[in-house]
């Protein structure tokens, strides 16, 4: 098991830029494949991004792609997520999300047990 915890989010004007970070408490942080996820009001928690144990492979939603970045630094036991142009559609509650297999399957992230507690963004128009 390990534990999450996201960065606070914050309030952003439309086409702004804003990073997140989720730091993750254990010494097995670098066998975990990390994703994002998000949850805008009244909608299902939908897959953001996600990265591989050694960074080495991303995959990403397509309404985000060429916008969010998602990357680690293991020695610090963190994932980030970079969003940049932010649209007010990405409004939502942002969790982190670990899975202890390591990696994705054909591109497909499928998520572990264990979540952050979740941080707010909200993108102004």
């Known amino acids: 098991q390990v534990q999450l915890v996201e960065s606070r989010g914050g309030l952003v004007q439309a086409g702004g830029s804003l990073r997140l970070s989720c730091a993750a408490s254990?010494?097995?942080?670098?066998?975990?494949?990390m994703g994002w996820f998000r949850q805008a009001p009244g909608k299902e928690r939908e897959f953001v991004a996600a990265?591989?144990?050694?960074?080495?492979?991303?995959s990403y939603v397509d309404s985000v792609k060429g916008r969010f970045t998602i990357s680690r630094d293991n020695a610090k036991n963190t994932v980030y997520l970079q969003m940049n142009s932010l649209k007010p559609e990405d409004t939502a509650v942002y969790y982190c999300?670990?899975?202890?297999?390591?990696?994705?399957?054909?591109?497909?992230?499928?998520?572990?047990?264990?979540w952050g507690q979740g941080t707010q963004v909200t993108v102004s128009s």
């Open positions: 999300n670990a899975d202890r297999r390591g990696t994705l399957y054909s591109g497909t992230y499928f998520p572990g047990p264990d």
């Open positions: 254990g010494r097995t942080f670098s066998s975990y494949s």
């Open positions: 990265i591989t144990r050694n960074g080495g492979i991303t």
